[in-house]
Protein backbone atom coordinates (compact mmCIF):
# COMPACT_ATOMS: atom_id res chain seq x y z
CA UNK A 1 0.00 0.00 0.00
CA UNK A 2 1.49 3.58 -0.93
CA UNK A 3 2.41 5.74 2.55
CA UNK A 4 -0.60 7.78 3.63
CA UNK A 5 -0.27 11.73 3.66
CA UNK A 6 -0.05 13.50 6.86
CA UNK A 7 -2.82 15.90 8.26
CA UNK A 8 0.52 18.46 8.16
CA UNK A 9 1.34 17.71 4.85
CA UNK A 10 -2.14 17.73 3.52
CA UNK A 11 -3.17 21.11 5.39
CA UNK A 12 0.35 22.47 4.29
CA UNK A 13 -0.37 21.52 0.68
CA UNK A 14 -3.98 23.43 0.75
CA UNK A 15 -2.30 26.48 2.41
CA UNK A 16 0.61 26.30 0.02
CA UNK A 17 -2.24 26.23 -2.92
CA UNK A 18 -4.09 29.31 -1.71
CA UNK A 19 -0.70 31.03 -0.99
CA UNK A 20 0.11 30.51 -4.60
CA UNK A 21 -3.91 31.85 -5.60
CA UNK A 22 -3.69 34.88 -3.48
CA UNK A 23 -0.35 36.13 -3.50
CA UNK A 24 0.86 35.14 -7.24
CA UNK A 25 3.67 37.27 -7.09
CA UNK A 26 4.64 35.56 -3.75
CA UNK A 27 5.98 32.53 -5.64
CA UNK A 28 6.14 29.12 -4.45
CA UNK A 29 5.74 30.34 -0.54
CA UNK A 30 6.34 28.00 2.32
CA UNK A 31 2.99 28.32 4.73
CA UNK A 32 5.59 27.88 8.02
CA UNK A 33 2.99 25.27 9.32
CA UNK A 34 3.55 24.08 12.86
CA UNK A 35 1.34 22.32 15.81
CA UNK A 36 0.04 24.70 18.51
CA UNK A 37 -1.74 24.96 21.35
CA UNK A 38 -4.21 27.58 20.03
CA UNK A 39 -5.79 25.08 17.60
CA UNK A 40 -4.48 21.62 15.44
CA UNK A 41 -1.77 24.13 13.50
CA UNK A 42 -0.81 27.53 13.04
CA UNK A 43 0.87 28.55 9.77
CA UNK A 44 3.22 31.77 10.75
CA UNK A 45 5.25 32.18 7.14
CA UNK A 46 2.40 35.12 6.26
CA UNK A 47 4.76 37.27 8.06
CA UNK A 48 7.80 36.90 6.52
CA UNK A 49 5.82 37.07 3.14
CA UNK A 50 4.45 40.36 4.52
CA UNK A 51 7.88 41.78 4.80
CA UNK A 52 8.75 41.04 1.55
CA UNK A 53 5.80 41.78 -0.67
CA UNK A 54 5.51 45.58 1.79
CA UNK A 55 2.16 44.25 2.88
CA UNK A 56 -0.15 44.44 6.02
CA UNK A 57 0.36 40.62 7.39
CA UNK A 58 -3.18 40.46 8.77
CA UNK A 59 -4.92 41.88 5.17
CA UNK A 60 -2.61 39.23 3.44
CA UNK A 61 -3.71 36.21 5.59
CA UNK A 62 -7.28 37.30 5.08
CA UNK A 63 -6.58 37.45 1.38
CA UNK A 64 -5.41 33.61 1.77
CA UNK A 65 -8.13 32.95 4.00
CA UNK A 66 -10.48 33.68 1.24
CA UNK A 67 -8.96 31.63 -1.41
CA UNK A 68 -9.43 28.27 0.46
CA UNK A 69 -12.10 26.59 -1.54
CA UNK A 70 -14.79 24.76 0.88
CA UNK A 71 -13.01 21.42 1.63
CA UNK A 72 -13.73 18.29 4.19
CA UNK A 73 -10.57 18.96 5.76
CA UNK A 74 -9.83 22.24 7.19
CA UNK A 75 -12.89 23.01 9.79
CA UNK A 76 -12.14 26.39 10.69
CA UNK A 77 -8.51 29.16 10.01
CA UNK A 78 -8.66 32.03 12.44
CA UNK A 79 -6.89 35.35 11.57
CA UNK A 80 -4.74 35.91 14.65
CA UNK A 81 -2.11 38.56 16.07
CA UNK A 82 -0.57 40.24 13.49
CA UNK A 83 -1.05 37.71 10.82
CA UNK A 84 -0.99 33.90 12.38
CA UNK A 85 -3.47 31.41 10.79
CA UNK A 86 -4.63 29.08 14.01
CA UNK A 87 -6.13 25.94 11.76
CA UNK A 88 -8.33 23.59 13.00
CA UNK A 89 -8.83 20.37 11.59
CA UNK A 90 -12.62 18.57 10.99
CA UNK A 91 -13.18 15.06 12.89
CA UNK A 92 -13.84 13.58 9.92
CA UNK A 93 -10.21 14.57 8.48
CA UNK A 94 -8.56 12.88 11.66
CA UNK A 95 -10.85 9.73 12.00
CA UNK A 96 -10.49 9.09 7.82
CA UNK A 97 -7.11 9.65 7.79
CA UNK A 98 -6.40 7.18 10.73
CA UNK A 99 -8.09 4.73 9.45
CA UNK A 100 -5.92 4.80 6.19
CA UNK A 101 -3.08 4.18 8.29
CA UNK A 102 -4.93 1.48 10.28
CA UNK A 103 -5.34 -0.39 7.07
CA UNK A 104 -1.90 -0.37 6.26
CA UNK A 105 0.15 -2.64 8.25
CA UNK A 106 3.31 -0.24 7.58
CA UNK A 107 0.66 1.91 9.31
CA UNK A 108 1.02 4.29 6.35
CA UNK A 109 5.22 4.92 6.88
CA UNK A 110 6.45 5.13 3.55
CA UNK A 111 9.26 2.47 2.07
CA UNK A 112 11.77 4.35 0.00
CA UNK A 113 13.31 1.38 -1.75
CA UNK A 114 16.66 2.01 -3.01
CA UNK A 115 17.18 4.87 -0.78
CA UNK A 116 20.92 4.17 -0.26
CA UNK A 117 23.66 2.02 1.56
CA UNK A 118 24.29 2.03 5.06
CA UNK A 119 27.48 0.45 6.18
CA UNK A 120 26.48 0.91 10.56
CA UNK A 121 29.76 0.11 12.77
CA UNK A 122 28.13 -0.58 16.54
CA UNK A 123 28.89 -2.90 18.95
CA UNK A 124 32.30 -3.05 19.23
CA UNK A 125 33.98 -5.63 21.90
CA UNK A 126 37.48 -6.70 22.44
CA UNK A 127 38.55 -10.62 22.39
CA UNK A 128 39.70 -12.27 25.65
CA UNK A 129 37.90 -9.17 27.64
CA UNK A 130 34.96 -8.82 29.58
CA UNK A 131 32.21 -6.85 28.33
CA UNK A 132 31.43 -3.95 30.48
CA UNK A 133 29.42 -0.82 31.12
CA UNK A 134 30.75 1.30 28.43
CA UNK A 135 29.82 -2.04 25.70
CA UNK A 136 26.31 -1.02 26.26
CA UNK A 137 25.35 2.19 24.33
CA UNK A 138 26.93 1.50 21.25
CA UNK A 139 25.48 -2.11 20.95
CA UNK A 140 21.75 -0.67 21.85
CA UNK A 141 21.75 3.04 19.95
CA UNK A 142 23.51 0.75 17.24
CA UNK A 143 20.80 -1.95 16.83
CA UNK A 144 17.70 0.77 16.88
CA UNK A 145 19.44 2.56 14.14
CA UNK A 146 19.87 -0.48 11.99
CA UNK A 147 16.27 -1.51 12.97
CA UNK A 148 14.79 2.39 11.79
CA UNK A 149 16.87 2.67 8.96
CA UNK A 150 16.25 -0.77 7.38
CA UNK A 151 12.16 0.22 8.04
CA UNK A 152 12.75 3.55 6.51
CA UNK A 153 14.15 1.25 3.21
CA UNK A 154 17.13 1.97 3.73
CA UNK A 155 19.87 -1.09 2.05
CA UNK A 156 21.46 -1.24 6.08
CA UNK A 157 25.13 -3.47 6.07
CA UNK A 158 25.93 -4.36 10.02
CA UNK A 159 29.74 -4.54 11.28
CA UNK A 160 31.04 -5.29 14.46
CA UNK A 161 34.55 -4.01 14.21
CA UNK A 162 35.83 -6.43 17.67
CA UNK A 163 39.36 -5.49 18.69
CA UNK A 164 40.64 -9.03 18.05
CA UNK A 165 44.53 -8.37 16.87
CA UNK A 166 47.17 -6.52 18.79
CA UNK A 167 50.22 -7.03 21.16
CA UNK A 168 48.43 -8.73 23.89
CA UNK A 169 47.69 -11.97 21.82
CA UNK A 170 51.32 -12.47 21.55
CA UNK A 171 50.88 -13.05 25.53
CA UNK A 172 48.39 -15.37 25.54
CA UNK A 173 48.78 -17.20 22.80
CA UNK A 174 52.63 -17.83 23.57
CA UNK A 175 50.67 -18.60 27.09
CA UNK A 176 48.20 -20.89 25.78
CA UNK A 177 51.19 -23.03 24.05
CA UNK A 178 52.98 -23.63 27.17
CA UNK A 179 49.76 -24.32 29.00
CA UNK A 180 47.66 -26.22 26.42
CA UNK A 181 44.25 -27.03 28.73
CA UNK A 182 43.20 -23.44 29.58
CA UNK A 183 40.35 -23.16 27.10
CA UNK A 184 39.75 -26.73 27.30
CA UNK A 185 35.79 -26.96 28.49
CA UNK A 186 33.47 -29.24 31.09
CA UNK A 187 31.32 -30.53 28.00
CA UNK A 188 30.30 -29.98 24.35
CA UNK A 189 28.03 -27.12 25.23
CA UNK A 190 29.97 -24.69 26.88
CA UNK A 191 27.87 -21.48 28.35
CA UNK A 192 29.04 -17.68 27.56
CA UNK A 193 29.76 -17.11 31.54
CA UNK A 194 32.36 -20.78 31.24
CA UNK A 195 34.00 -19.18 28.22
CA UNK A 196 34.59 -15.98 29.65
CA UNK A 197 35.62 -17.63 33.18
CA UNK A 198 38.08 -19.59 31.20
CA UNK A 199 39.33 -16.39 28.93
CA UNK A 200 39.63 -14.08 32.40
CA UNK A 201 41.66 -17.19 34.05
CA UNK A 202 43.94 -17.69 31.21
CA UNK A 203 44.40 -13.53 30.62
CA UNK A 204 44.95 -12.75 34.34
CA UNK A 205 47.44 -16.21 34.45
CA UNK A 206 49.36 -14.52 31.16
CA UNK A 207 49.65 -11.07 32.61
CA UNK A 208 51.03 -12.17 35.99
CA UNK A 209 53.78 -14.57 33.60
CA UNK A 210 54.23 -11.40 31.30
CA UNK A 211 55.20 -9.10 34.41
CA UNK A 212 57.38 -11.45 36.30
CA UNK A 213 59.29 -13.03 33.42
CA UNK A 214 61.60 -11.90 31.29
CA UNK A 215 62.40 -14.75 29.63
CA UNK A 216 58.21 -15.63 28.77
CA UNK A 217 58.44 -11.77 28.22
CA UNK A 218 60.70 -12.22 25.15
CA UNK A 219 58.86 -15.51 23.63
CA UNK A 220 55.57 -13.40 23.72
CA UNK A 221 56.89 -10.64 21.55
CA UNK A 222 58.42 -13.47 19.33
CA UNK A 223 55.24 -14.88 19.31
CA UNK A 224 53.65 -11.50 17.84
CA UNK A 225 55.65 -11.15 14.96
CA UNK A 226 54.70 -14.93 14.01
CA UNK A 227 51.24 -13.92 14.37
CA UNK A 228 51.70 -10.76 12.29
CA UNK A 229 53.66 -12.62 9.27
CA UNK A 230 51.02 -15.46 9.57
CA UNK A 231 52.25 -18.45 10.83
CA UNK A 232 49.99 -21.25 11.28
CA UNK A 233 50.12 -22.81 14.61
CA UNK A 234 49.63 -19.21 15.78
CA UNK A 235 46.84 -18.22 13.81
CA UNK A 236 45.17 -21.23 15.03
CA UNK A 237 45.65 -20.56 17.98
CA UNK A 238 44.57 -17.03 17.78
CA UNK A 239 41.38 -18.03 16.44
CA UNK A 240 40.77 -20.22 19.54
CA UNK A 241 40.56 -17.24 21.44
CA UNK A 242 38.55 -15.36 19.04
CA UNK A 243 36.32 -18.26 18.87
CA UNK A 244 36.15 -18.59 22.75
CA UNK A 245 35.17 -14.86 22.45
CA UNK A 246 32.53 -15.14 20.63
CA UNK A 247 30.92 -17.73 22.35
CA UNK A 248 30.77 -15.28 25.35
CA UNK A 249 29.91 -12.30 23.13
CA UNK A 250 26.85 -13.77 21.73
CA UNK A 251 25.17 -14.94 25.01
CA UNK A 252 25.76 -11.52 25.79
CA UNK A 253 24.26 -10.23 23.07
CA UNK A 254 21.48 -12.38 23.42
CA UNK A 255 20.48 -11.68 26.77
CA UNK A 256 20.66 -7.75 25.33
CA UNK A 257 17.60 -9.35 22.98
CA UNK A 258 20.46 -8.40 19.57
CA UNK A 259 20.67 -10.61 17.42
CA UNK A 260 24.67 -10.80 16.27
CA UNK A 261 25.67 -12.56 12.85
CA UNK A 262 29.19 -13.97 12.11
CA UNK A 263 29.44 -12.24 8.73
CA UNK A 264 28.65 -9.09 10.30
CA UNK A 265 31.63 -9.62 12.58
CA UNK A 266 34.83 -8.02 10.67
CA UNK A 267 37.34 -7.45 13.29
CA UNK A 268 40.46 -5.55 12.89
CA UNK A 269 42.28 -8.81 11.74
CA UNK A 270 39.95 -8.30 8.64
CA UNK A 271 41.62 -5.52 7.28
CA UNK A 272 45.52 -6.77 8.21
CA UNK A 273 45.73 -7.22 4.01
CA UNK A 274 44.93 -3.94 2.98
CA UNK A 275 47.21 -2.39 5.44
CA UNK A 276 50.77 -2.13 3.16
CA UNK A 277 47.93 -0.62 0.91
CA UNK A 278 46.49 2.12 2.34
CA UNK A 279 49.79 3.30 3.59
CA UNK A 280 51.35 3.72 0.26
CA UNK A 281 48.25 4.96 -1.59
CA UNK A 282 48.53 7.79 1.19
CA UNK A 283 52.15 8.38 0.80
CA UNK A 284 52.07 8.31 -2.70
CA UNK A 285 49.05 11.09 -3.26
CA UNK A 286 50.58 13.20 -0.59
CA UNK A 287 48.21 12.72 2.42
CA UNK A 288 50.33 11.09 4.71
CA UNK A 289 54.39 12.27 4.46
CA UNK A 290 56.74 10.86 6.90
CA UNK A 291 57.90 12.58 9.99
CA UNK A 292 60.46 11.22 12.17
CA UNK A 293 59.99 8.08 10.81
CA UNK A 294 56.76 8.08 11.04
CA UNK A 295 53.80 8.24 8.43
CA UNK A 296 51.90 10.78 9.12
CA UNK A 297 48.89 13.39 8.57
CA UNK A 298 48.71 16.82 9.54
CA UNK A 299 45.75 19.29 9.58
CA UNK A 300 45.81 22.95 10.30
CA UNK A 301 43.41 23.17 13.14
CA UNK A 302 44.66 19.54 15.54
CA UNK A 303 47.69 20.99 17.93
CA UNK A 304 48.69 20.12 21.54
CA UNK A 305 48.75 22.26 24.69
CA UNK A 306 52.11 23.39 23.15
CA UNK A 307 50.74 24.74 20.13
CA UNK A 308 52.37 22.08 17.70
CA UNK A 309 50.48 20.37 15.03
CA UNK A 310 49.40 16.98 16.77
CA UNK A 311 49.26 14.47 13.83
CA UNK A 312 47.16 11.24 12.87
CA UNK A 313 49.91 8.22 13.00
CA UNK A 314 48.97 5.89 10.16
CA UNK A 315 52.05 3.83 10.29
CA UNK A 316 54.76 4.07 13.62
CA UNK A 317 58.35 4.61 13.11
CA UNK A 318 58.76 1.24 14.08
CA UNK A 319 56.91 0.15 11.23
CA UNK A 320 53.71 -0.79 13.27
CA UNK A 321 50.30 -0.02 12.08
CA UNK A 322 48.31 2.62 14.18
CA UNK A 323 44.31 2.41 14.53
CA UNK A 324 44.25 4.83 11.77
CA UNK A 325 45.74 2.75 9.20
CA UNK A 326 43.09 0.18 10.07
CA UNK A 327 39.78 2.54 10.19
CA UNK A 328 41.24 3.95 7.01
CA UNK A 329 41.11 0.93 5.26
CA UNK A 330 37.74 -0.03 6.69
CA UNK A 331 36.85 2.94 4.95
CA UNK A 332 38.14 1.66 1.73
CA UNK A 333 36.22 -1.44 1.69
CA UNK A 334 33.06 -0.27 2.86
CA UNK A 335 33.07 2.11 0.01
CA UNK A 336 34.63 0.31 -2.97
CA UNK A 337 33.91 -3.46 -1.89
CA UNK A 338 30.36 -2.95 -0.23
CA UNK A 339 29.22 0.13 -2.06
CA UNK A 340 28.61 2.32 0.95
CA UNK A 341 27.21 5.49 0.07
CA UNK A 342 27.03 6.51 4.16
CA UNK A 343 29.13 5.43 7.01
CA UNK A 344 27.92 5.81 10.49
CA UNK A 345 30.15 4.99 13.85
CA UNK A 346 28.61 4.36 16.46
CA UNK A 347 31.20 5.14 18.77
CA UNK A 348 31.86 7.22 22.22
CA UNK A 349 32.17 10.73 22.07
CA UNK A 350 35.28 10.68 23.66
CA UNK A 351 37.02 9.17 20.02
CA UNK A 352 35.31 12.36 18.11
CA UNK A 353 38.84 13.43 17.67
CA UNK A 354 40.42 10.50 15.84
CA UNK A 355 37.30 10.04 13.85
CA UNK A 356 37.34 13.60 12.97
CA UNK A 357 40.94 13.29 11.57
CA UNK A 358 40.18 9.68 10.01
CA UNK A 359 37.24 11.18 7.90
CA UNK A 360 39.50 14.03 6.79
CA UNK A 361 42.33 12.20 5.42
CA UNK A 362 39.76 9.74 3.82
CA UNK A 363 38.14 13.17 2.20
CA UNK A 364 41.41 14.13 0.82
CA UNK A 365 42.31 10.54 -0.37
CA UNK A 366 38.99 10.63 -2.85
CA UNK A 367 37.65 7.58 -0.70
CA UNK A 368 34.77 9.96 1.01
CA UNK A 369 33.44 12.81 -1.07
CA UNK A 370 29.94 14.39 -2.18
CA UNK A 371 28.40 11.25 -2.54
CA UNK A 372 30.05 8.92 -0.21
CA UNK A 373 30.04 10.09 3.53
CA UNK A 374 30.64 9.14 6.84
CA UNK A 375 29.34 10.30 9.86
CA UNK A 376 29.98 9.75 13.78
CA UNK A 377 26.92 8.70 16.13
CA UNK A 378 28.89 9.98 19.16
CA UNK A 379 27.47 8.90 22.76
CA UNK A 380 28.14 10.07 26.42
CA UNK A 381 28.91 8.42 29.20
CA UNK A 382 26.88 5.88 31.66
CA UNK A 383 27.04 7.37 35.02
CA UNK A 384 26.20 6.24 38.09
CA UNK A 385 23.84 7.62 40.77
CA UNK A 386 26.46 10.12 42.02
CA UNK A 387 26.70 11.67 38.57
CA UNK A 388 30.14 10.09 38.40
CA UNK A 389 31.57 7.55 35.65
CA UNK A 390 29.70 4.11 36.81
CA UNK A 391 32.20 1.93 38.82
CA UNK A 392 31.40 -1.12 41.40
CA UNK A 393 31.84 -0.33 44.93
CA UNK A 394 35.66 -1.83 44.51
CA UNK A 395 35.87 1.18 41.96
CA UNK A 396 36.20 -1.79 39.25
CA UNK A 397 34.56 -1.36 35.68
CA UNK A 398 31.14 -2.74 35.86
CA UNK A 399 30.33 -6.03 34.25
CA UNK A 400 27.90 -5.45 31.43
CA UNK A 401 26.39 -8.59 32.47
CA UNK A 402 25.73 -8.16 36.06
CA UNK A 403 24.12 -5.01 34.70
CA UNK A 404 21.45 -6.77 32.71
CA UNK A 405 21.05 -9.80 35.32
CA UNK A 406 19.86 -7.32 38.20
CA UNK A 407 17.88 -5.28 35.45
CA UNK A 408 15.90 -8.33 35.35
CA UNK A 409 15.85 -9.59 39.47
CA UNK A 410 14.13 -5.76 39.58
CA UNK A 411 11.54 -6.44 36.65
CA UNK A 412 10.40 -9.76 37.90
CA UNK A 413 9.66 -7.86 41.23
CA UNK A 414 7.19 -5.60 39.33
CA UNK A 415 6.02 -7.88 37.01
CA UNK A 416 5.04 -10.51 40.27
CA UNK A 417 3.13 -7.43 42.10
CA UNK A 418 1.38 -6.52 38.57
CA UNK A 419 0.30 -10.29 37.74
CA UNK A 420 -2.28 -11.80 38.11
CA UNK A 421 -2.69 -14.93 36.03
CA UNK A 422 0.76 -15.44 34.97
CA UNK A 423 2.59 -18.90 35.49
CA UNK A 424 6.45 -18.69 36.94
CA UNK A 425 7.95 -19.01 33.23
CA UNK A 426 5.27 -16.34 32.27
CA UNK A 427 6.83 -13.98 35.20
CA UNK A 428 10.15 -15.13 34.02
CA UNK A 429 9.69 -14.37 30.26
CA UNK A 430 8.16 -11.08 30.90
CA UNK A 431 10.97 -9.90 33.82
CA UNK A 432 13.39 -10.39 31.10
CA UNK A 433 11.33 -8.39 28.38
CA UNK A 434 10.35 -5.30 30.70
CA UNK A 435 14.39 -5.60 32.35
CA UNK A 436 16.31 -5.64 29.40
CA UNK A 437 13.24 -3.12 27.89
CA UNK A 438 14.38 -0.62 30.78
CA UNK A 439 17.75 -0.39 30.38
CA UNK A 440 17.94 -0.02 26.86
CA UNK A 441 14.84 2.38 26.30
CA UNK A 442 16.68 4.73 29.47
CA UNK A 443 19.36 4.74 26.77
CA UNK A 444 17.47 5.35 23.98
CA UNK A 445 15.48 8.10 25.46
CA UNK A 446 18.34 10.27 26.10
CA UNK A 447 20.03 12.47 23.49
CA UNK A 448 22.85 10.10 22.75
CA UNK A 449 25.42 12.89 23.06
CA UNK A 450 24.18 13.24 26.17
CA UNK A 451 25.89 11.33 29.38
CA UNK A 452 23.17 10.08 31.24
CA UNK A 453 22.56 8.29 34.94
CA UNK A 454 22.25 4.92 35.03
CA UNK A 455 19.32 4.56 37.64
CA UNK A 456 17.53 0.94 37.90
CA UNK A 457 14.92 2.20 40.42
CA UNK A 458 13.46 4.51 37.88
CA UNK A 459 14.03 2.07 35.05
CA UNK A 460 11.72 0.10 36.12
CA UNK A 461 9.35 2.27 37.57
CA UNK A 462 5.49 2.25 36.32
CA UNK A 463 5.43 5.82 36.06
CA UNK A 464 7.53 8.49 34.46
CA UNK A 465 9.43 8.57 30.96
CA UNK A 466 10.06 4.47 31.60
CA UNK A 467 9.99 1.82 29.00
CA UNK A 468 7.68 0.04 31.64
CA UNK A 469 5.09 2.55 31.08
CA UNK A 470 4.79 2.47 27.49
CA UNK A 471 5.16 -1.60 27.98
CA UNK A 472 1.73 -1.38 30.85
CA UNK A 473 0.18 1.48 28.05
CA UNK A 474 0.04 -1.42 25.56
CA UNK A 475 -0.98 -4.48 27.63
CA UNK A 476 -3.78 -2.65 29.38
CA UNK A 477 -4.89 -1.99 25.58
CA UNK A 478 -5.03 -5.26 24.96
CA UNK A 479 -7.04 -6.11 27.94
CA UNK A 480 -9.53 -3.88 26.79
CA UNK A 481 -9.88 -4.85 23.52
CA UNK A 482 -10.04 -8.63 25.11
CA UNK A 483 -13.25 -7.65 27.16
CA UNK A 484 -15.13 -5.59 24.43
CA UNK A 485 -16.48 -9.08 23.87
CA UNK A 486 -19.00 -9.17 20.45
CA UNK A 487 -17.83 -5.05 20.16
CA UNK A 488 -14.85 -4.33 17.44
CA UNK A 489 -12.09 -1.67 16.62
CA UNK A 490 -13.67 0.69 13.51
CA UNK A 491 -13.78 3.36 12.28
CA UNK A 492 -16.77 5.76 12.40
CA UNK A 493 -15.65 9.64 10.39
CA UNK A 494 -18.67 10.51 11.02
CA UNK A 495 -18.69 10.89 15.10
CA UNK A 496 -17.50 13.76 16.70
CA UNK A 497 -14.69 13.61 18.62
CA UNK A 498 -13.79 14.64 22.71
CA UNK A 499 -10.83 16.70 22.30
CA UNK A 500 -9.28 13.93 24.03
CA UNK A 501 -9.45 12.06 21.26
CA UNK A 502 -8.45 15.02 18.95
CA UNK A 503 -5.11 14.84 20.58
CA UNK A 504 -4.25 11.39 20.22
CA UNK A 505 -5.54 10.99 16.57
CA UNK A 506 -3.07 13.65 15.61
CA UNK A 507 0.07 12.56 17.49
CA UNK A 508 -1.00 9.04 16.01
CA UNK A 509 -0.79 10.47 12.72
CA UNK A 510 2.63 12.13 13.02
CA UNK A 511 4.15 8.73 13.68
CA UNK A 512 5.67 8.47 9.89
CA UNK A 513 6.80 12.00 10.00
CA UNK A 514 9.04 11.09 13.42
CA UNK A 515 10.41 8.19 11.77
CA UNK A 516 11.49 10.36 8.99
CA UNK A 517 12.99 12.82 11.22
CA UNK A 518 14.82 9.77 13.22
CA UNK A 519 16.05 8.09 10.26
CA UNK A 520 17.86 11.17 8.54
CA UNK A 521 19.55 12.52 11.73
CA UNK A 522 20.26 9.26 13.83
CA UNK A 523 18.35 10.25 16.59
CA UNK A 524 16.39 8.01 18.34
CA UNK A 525 15.61 9.80 21.26
CA UNK A 526 13.39 11.48 19.42
CA UNK A 527 11.26 8.27 18.60
CA UNK A 528 11.36 7.32 22.57
CA UNK A 529 10.38 11.09 23.24
CA UNK A 530 7.05 10.16 20.69
CA UNK A 531 6.07 6.99 22.12
CA UNK A 532 6.26 8.70 25.87
CA UNK A 533 3.94 11.68 24.54
CA UNK A 534 1.71 9.10 22.88
CA UNK A 535 1.27 6.94 25.92
CA UNK A 536 0.95 10.17 27.60
CA UNK A 537 -1.95 10.78 25.46
CA UNK A 538 -3.46 7.80 26.12
CA UNK A 539 -3.72 8.38 29.97
CA UNK A 540 -5.58 11.23 29.41
CA UNK A 541 -7.91 9.99 26.53
CA UNK A 542 -8.61 6.99 29.03
CA UNK A 543 -9.73 9.50 31.92
CA UNK A 544 -11.99 11.27 30.00
CA UNK A 545 -13.64 8.98 27.66
CA UNK A 546 -15.07 5.48 28.55
CA UNK A 547 -14.00 3.23 25.98
CA UNK A 548 -16.64 0.19 26.45
CA UNK A 549 -19.04 2.01 28.32
CA UNK A 550 -19.30 4.97 25.83
CA UNK A 551 -22.91 6.30 24.66
CA UNK A 552 -23.15 4.43 21.49
CA UNK A 553 -22.48 1.51 19.82
CA UNK A 554 -20.82 3.03 17.43
CA UNK A 555 -18.45 5.25 19.67
CA UNK A 556 -17.51 1.99 21.52
CA UNK A 557 -16.23 0.73 18.14
CA UNK A 558 -14.70 4.13 17.27
CA UNK A 559 -12.56 4.48 20.84
CA UNK A 560 -11.75 0.80 20.46
CA UNK A 561 -10.48 1.71 16.81
CA UNK A 562 -8.07 4.26 18.62
CA UNK A 563 -7.06 2.57 21.37
CA UNK A 564 -6.41 -0.19 18.83
CA UNK A 565 -4.29 1.73 16.39
CA UNK A 566 -2.65 3.19 19.12
CA UNK A 567 -1.23 -0.29 20.47
CA UNK A 568 0.17 -0.87 16.59
CA UNK A 569 1.96 2.11 16.91
CA UNK A 570 3.36 1.40 20.22
CA UNK A 571 4.07 -2.16 19.45
CA UNK A 572 6.14 -0.86 16.31
CA UNK A 573 7.62 2.28 17.26
CA UNK A 574 8.82 -0.12 20.57
CA UNK A 575 9.88 -3.08 17.97
CA UNK A 576 12.45 -0.18 16.21
CA UNK A 577 13.95 0.56 19.24
CA UNK A 578 14.91 -3.18 20.25
CA UNK A 579 12.29 -3.08 22.84
CA UNK A 580 9.20 -5.78 23.54
CA UNK A 581 5.69 -5.27 24.12
CA UNK A 582 4.53 -8.54 26.14
CA UNK A 583 0.27 -8.53 25.48
CA UNK A 584 0.12 -9.27 29.40
CA UNK A 585 1.72 -7.79 31.98
Known sequence: MASVPSLASTVQQRLADALTAALPEAGSADPLLRRSDRADFQANGILALAKKLKGNP????????????AN??????????????????????????????????RLGVPYASGAGTTVIDYAQPNVAKEMHVGHLRSAVIGDAMVKIMEFAGEKVIRRHHIGDWGTQFGMLIQYLIEHPHELDHKDAHVSGEEAMSNLNRLYKAARAHFDSDEEFKARSRDRVVALQSGDEETLALWQRFVDESKIYFYSVFNKLDMEINDPDVVGESGYNDMLDETCRLLEESGVAVRSEGALCVF?????????????????????????????LSAIRDRVQNLGADTLVYVVDARQSLHFKMVFETARRAGWLNDQVHAVQLAFGTVLGKDGKPFK?????????????DEAIDRAAAVVREKAQDLTEDEIAERA????????????LSTSASRDYKFDLDQMVSLNGDTSVYLQYAYARIKSIIRKAGDSKPAAHPDIALAPAERALGLHLDQFAETLAEVATTYEPHKLAAYLYQLASHLTKFYDQCPVLKADTPEQVENRLFLIDLTARTLHQGMALLGIRTPERL
Open 58 to 69: RELATKVVEAIP
Open 72 to 105: DVLKDIEVSGPGFLNITITDKAITETLAARAADE
Open 299 to 327: FDDVKGPDGNPVPLIVKKSNGGYGYAATD
Open 392 to 404: TREGETVRLVDLL
Open 432 to 443: AQVGIGAIKYAD
